[in-house]
């Protein structure tokens, strides 16, 4: 029988650098959020955008280090893959309606 994996969710040692889309980038991230688990960033710049969420779901690459969900390395995943695993995750975009 396969272990099934812990953590939901797990950044080892992610770093992503600002771009235009994004004012501020993440720099040695660890994190990891089992299930039950709850994580509140406080972040200084109201109107900073991070990559946090979207490095979460593996719409950003990091430069260094792994993003893995359910186990799996977002940059490792087929695309068929990828699309099956972020439609498992429910999230809300910001912008107008």
Do not use: C, Y
């Not at 893995?68 to 912008?95: H, P």
Request: aromatic residues 6%.
């Amino acid at each position: 029988m396969m272990n099934e994996p812990t953590d939901i969710l797990r950044f080892h040692d992610v770093t992503i650098a600002a771009d235009r889309e994004r004012e501020s980038g993440i720099s040695s991230l660890n994190l990891s959020l089992a299930p039950g688990d709850l994580t509140v960033v406080l972040w200084e710049k109201e109107e900073a955008r991070i990559p946090l969420a979207d490095a979460a779901e593996g719409l950003v690459a990091p430069v260094r280090g792994t993003v893995t969900f359910l186990g799996e390395d977002w940059q490792t995943m087929a695309a068929d893959r990828v699309a099956a695993q972020r439609g498992k995750i429910g999230r809300v975009f910001e912008g107008e309606s």
